[in-house]
């Protein structure tokens, strides 16, 4: 059963960028399909970002050419680099593998001016 621990959410501006960073426990990062989801108020949990066991790389339209999701493998680590941040990005984000294991608390992102 995996655990995820997100970080580095917060108050940007628009046009900022954040960094966001998910500690995994319990499953490997390496071997997994890895995702990025995020949840804004009053709506579904979104699929943000995935990458493939191979590194291959998927992205919502929505966030195509400003977000990027990578891994490192040692320290089975995930991350989210967040630029050009609008405020329609404005949400909590969860890391988790696919298909979804246990969720963690997720980091808030607030995108606003």
């Known amino acids: 059963q995996g655990q995820f621990v997100e970080s580095g959410g917060g108050l940007v501006q628009p046009g900022g960028s954040l960094r966001l960073s998910c500690a995994v426990y319990g499953v490997s990062v390496r071997n997994n399909i890895m995702t990025w989801y995020r949840q804004a108020p009053g709506k579904q949990r979104e699929l943000v970002a995935s990458k493939s066991i191979g590194g291959s790389t998927n992205y919502v339209d929505s966030v195509k050419g400003r977000f990027t999701i990578s891994r490192d493998n040692a320290k089975n680590t995930m991350y989210l680099q967040m630029n050009a941040l609008k405020p329609e990005d404005t949400a909590v984000y969860y890391c988790?593998?696919?298909?979804?294991?246990?969720w963690g608390q997720g980091t808030q992102v607030t995108v606003s001016s």
């Open positions: 988790n593998t696919q298909p979804p294991n246990s």
